[in-house]
T-cell receptor
Framework: DSGVTQTPKHLITATGQRVTLRCSPR?????VYWYQQSLDQGLQFLIH???????AKGNILERFSAQQFPDLHSELNLSSLELGDSALYFC??????????FGSGTRLTVV | AQSVTQLGSHVSVSEGALVLLRCNYS??????LFWYVQYPNQGLQLLLK??????LVKGINGFEAEFKKSETSFHLTKPSAHMSDAAEYFC????????????FGTGTRLKVLA
């Protein structure tokens, strides 16, 4: 157990739907990062939150949004889902310079 | 801006042979460098990291990497491969300030032959 908890582990949904992925960071970590891992794109940085504030955006589609709550857990919302959104979604938490700790990921399948 | 290049998307070695996975980086500021391992259907696990100080970094499972600034490289090595080392390995770079977001390489899948 890495200390970073992601739920659900698997999600199957239809095109056009909306889903929410949840991440609880390791105790004491203020930063949460979201990544998308797909076969053709590799590991792509989506967004970074630090203590509730958005700090950086990467290749995140406008259909995707995220937030970090006061208890530091984060949610990634994916809407108007397309087949191409099928991927593994990872969150990671960190303290600066100490390296990310990754969750085990949510495997999203859009059918 | 930062980037990472991992040479060789697939590497095969015999059990007991040297493992060498190559990583070159580009960074406009002094970097932090990381190697992660991913086993099938699992998340990424930190193998080792370079932040400051000693350029030869030792990690878990017998892996080590050397930061060579002149060559902008951070290659991962292990003297003797074990079957359990078969996995995908990712090199990553981050800035030493600001958002600390990681830029990952495309990964190298290591196969260990009996």
């Amino acid at each position: 157990d890495s200390g970073v908890t992601q739920t659900p582990k698997h999600l199957i949904t239809a095109t056009g739907q909306r889903v929410t992925l949840r991440c609880s960071p390791r105790s004491g970590d203020l930063s949460v990062y979201w990544y998308q891992q797909s076969l053709d794109q590799g590991l792509q940085f989506l967004i970074h939150y630090y203590n509730g504030e958005e700090r950086a955006k990467g290749n995140i589609l406008e259909r995707f949004s995220a937030q970090q709550f006061p208890d530091l857990h984060s949610e990634l919302n994916l809407s108007s889902l397309e087949l191409g959104d099928s991927a593994l979604y990872f969150c990671a938490s960190s303290q600066p310079g100490y390296g990310y700790t990754f969750g085990s990921g949510t495997r999203l399948t859009v059918v | 801006a930062q980037s990472v290049t991992q040479l060789g998307s697939h590497v095969s070695v015999s059990e007991g042979a040297l493992v060498l996975l190559r990583c070159n980086y580009s960074s406009s500021v002094p970097p932090y460098l990381f190697w992660y391992v991913q086993y099938p259907n699992q998340g990424l696990q930190l193998l080792l990291k370079y932040t400051t100080g000693a350029t030869l970094v030792k990690g878990i499972n017998g892996f080590e990497a050397e930061f060579k600034k002149s060559e902008t490289s951070f290659h991962l090595t292990k003297p003797s491969a074990h079957m359990s080392d078969a996995a995908e390995y990712f090199c990553a770079v981050s800035a030493t300030s600001g958002t600390y977001k990681y830029i990952f390489g495309t990964g190298t899948r290591l196969k260990v032959l009996a």
